[in-house]
Antibody
């Protein structure tokens, strides 16, 4: 059974940093692109980052480029999101998601982890 | 960036009714993916590559479209179909529609 379990969320002050983790199991992690998708309270979905199977290629929207860094450790079947210079608008539930290739849909999602940016 | 506009934003449907949700793209895209989300839960893949049903999705659901216009259709609405549906495209950057909240009448 595919499982994606996020951790590392919490309350953080504006301008500070936070690192999210996602532990994957039930599939060959190194064969899949992985992504982070977020959802602000009562809002829609927003893609945050994608990383290739080897980790050599990363993709971001302009809203987080230069502040967020996605990475992975295939030996540990783990995905990470380093978030720096956090803003109040980064407040959201962050989901770890799997996709087969860059253009494919997100076929498995974690349960999400809440990040609140507030003073 | 390609903007996806879903319509309607909210709607109600009675059991047995036919439901159509539309997603219009600001530029042509190759295909569309759809997700279902219920309150307090993670999104679930629902329809991918425009018309393929994800695992476990009832066959009363269907997807169609091309270019800038796509749709998700439910034949014979059931209570369990009440949810929010999001469309998604991948022409960098990846974008989602704002969602359509479908409620049971």
């Amino acid at each position: 059974e595919v499982q994606l379990v996020e951790s590392g969320g919490g309350l953080v002050q504006p301008g500070r940093s936070l690192k999210l983790s996602c532990a994957a199991s039930g599939f060959t992690f190194s064969n899949y692109y992985m992504a982070w998708v977020r959802q602000a309270p009562k809002k829609g979905l927003e893609w945050v980052a994608t990383i290739s199977t080897s980790g050599s290629r990363t993709y971001y929207p302009d809203s987080v480029k230069g502040r967020f860094t996605i990475s992975r450790d295939n030996a540990k079947s783990s995905l990470y999101l380093q978030m720096n210079s956090l803003k109040s608008e980064d407040t959201a539930t962050y989901y770890c998601a799997r996709h087969r290739v860059l253009q494919s849909h997100f076929d498995y999602w974690g349960q999400g982890v809440m990040v609140t940016v507030s003073s | 960036e390609i903007v996806l506009t879903q319509s309607p934003t909210t709607m109600t449907a009675s059991p047995g009714e036919k439901v159509t949700i539309t997603c219009r793209a600001s530029s042509s895209v190759s295909y569309m993916h759809w997700y279902q989300q219920k309150p307090g839960a993670s999104p679930k893949p629902w329809i991918y590559e425009t018309s393929k049903l994800a695992s476990g999705v009832p066959d009363r659901f269907s997807g169609s479209g091309s270019g800038t216009s796509y749709s998700l259709t439910i034949n014979n609405m059931e209570a369990e179909d009440a949810a929010t549906y999001y469309c998604q495209q991948w022409n960098y950057p990846n974008t989602f529609g704002a969602g359509t909240k479908l409620e049971l009448k």
